[in-house]
T-cell receptor, first 109, second 117 residues
Framework: GQNIDQPTEMTATEGAIVQINCTYQTSGFNGLFWYQQHAGEAPTFLSYNVLDGLEEKGRFSSFLSRSKGYSYLLLKELQMKDSASYLCAVADSNYQLIWGAGTKLIIKP | GAVVSQHPSRVICKSGTSVKIECRSLDFQATTMFWYRQFPKQSLMLMATSNEGSKATYEQGVEKDKFLINHASLTLSTLTVTSAHPEDSSFYIC?????????????FGNGTRLTVT
C-alpha cells in the first residue's frame, strides 16, 4: 500500500530550530512536496524535492533520501507565524499527490 | 511563476441548490487538474483527476453525478456540487499540473470554503 508518515504534533520555541520528518512508501515517485497550511486556508507551497539532497530556501530547508523513503523539513529562527500544519506529500507516477496527515507545529514564546 | 486562480473563495448556499467552483490556470496551460476536499482537522482528500477534453477520473467513494467536473479548456476546470447538502460543507481545493523545467510541477488554488445551510 501507499502511506506517508509524519508526526502528529510538535512544539518548539520561538527563535529555535525544528525538524519535521516524513517517511513514505508509494508506487512511483515524482517528487516530494512540503506545504504549510494555516487553519482555514489552502496549503502554501514550501518546497519540492525530486533529487536526493538538501534544498535551502531562506529559513526553510528540505532534505530527501529516495533510497530511504525519507524527507525532513527544517525550520530555522522560528517565528510565531510559523505556527501551522506542515504537510508532506508525494507525487506518484500519475502526479497524484499522496498526503501525510500533517504535523501541527506549535511555537511557544 | 505559475498561478492558479480559484473562485469563489467562500460560498454559502441553501440545501438542495447547486454550486459551481472554477479553477483557472492564469499563465500556463494545465492539461491535468486535481480536485481535493478537506474537512476540518483532516488531510486533503483527492476527489478526482480532470484531464482536458476527457471525462474526469473519480476516486473511490466520490459520487460523479453529485460532483460534476468539466475541463473544457486548457485553462479552466470547474467543479459543480449538485443538490448540495450540509454534509457537503467543506474546503474544496484545486491544483494544476505545470509542465515546466525546474520548480514545483503542481500549483494550488486558494481554495473555496463551501457552507451548505
Amino acid at each position: 500500500g501507499q502511506n506517508i508518515d509524519q508526526p502528529t504534533e510538535m512544539t518548539a520555541t520561538e527563535g529555535a530550530i525544528v525538524q519535521i520528518n516524513c517517511t513514505y512508501q508509494t508506487s512511483g515517485f515524482n517528487g516530494l512536496f512540503w506545504y504549510q497550511q494555516h487553519a482555514g486556508e489552502a496549503p502554501t507551497f514550501l518546497s519540492y524535492n525530486v533529487l536526493d539532497g538538501l534544498e535551502e530556501k531562506g529559513r526553510f530547508s528540505s532534505f530527501l533520501s529516495r533510497s530511504k523513503g525519507y524527507s525532513y523539513l527544517l525550520l530555522k529562527e522560528l517565528q510565531m507565524k510559523d505556527s501551522a500544519s506542515y504537510l508532506c506529500a508525494v507525487a506518484d507516477s500519475n502526479y497524484q499527490l499522496i498526503w501525510g496527515a500533517g504535523t501541527k507545529l506549535i511555537i511557544k514564546p | 511563476g505559475a498561478v492558479v486562480s480559484q473562485h469563489p473563495s467562500r460560498v454559502i448556499c441553501k440545501s438542495g441548490t447547486s454550486v459551481k467552483i472554477e479553477c483557472r490556470s492564469l499563465d500556463f496551460q494545465a492539461t491535468t487538474m486535481f480536485w481535493y476536499r478537506q474537512f476540518p482537522k483532516q488531510s486533503l482528500m483527492l476527489m478526482a483527476t480532470s484531464n482536458e477534453g476527457s471525462k474526469a477520473t473519480y476516486e473511490q467513494g466520490v459520487e460523479k453525478d453529485k460532483f460534476l467536473i468539466n475541463h473544457a479548456s486548457l485553462t479552466l476546470s470547474t467543479l459543480t456540487v449538485t443538490s448540495a447538502h450540509p454534509e457537503d460543507s467543506s474546503f474544496y481545493i484545486c491544483s494544476a499540473r505545470v509542465r515546466e523545467v525546474g520548480g514545483s510541477p503542481l500549483h494550488f488554488g486558494n481554495g473555496t470554503r463551501l457552507t451548505v445551510t
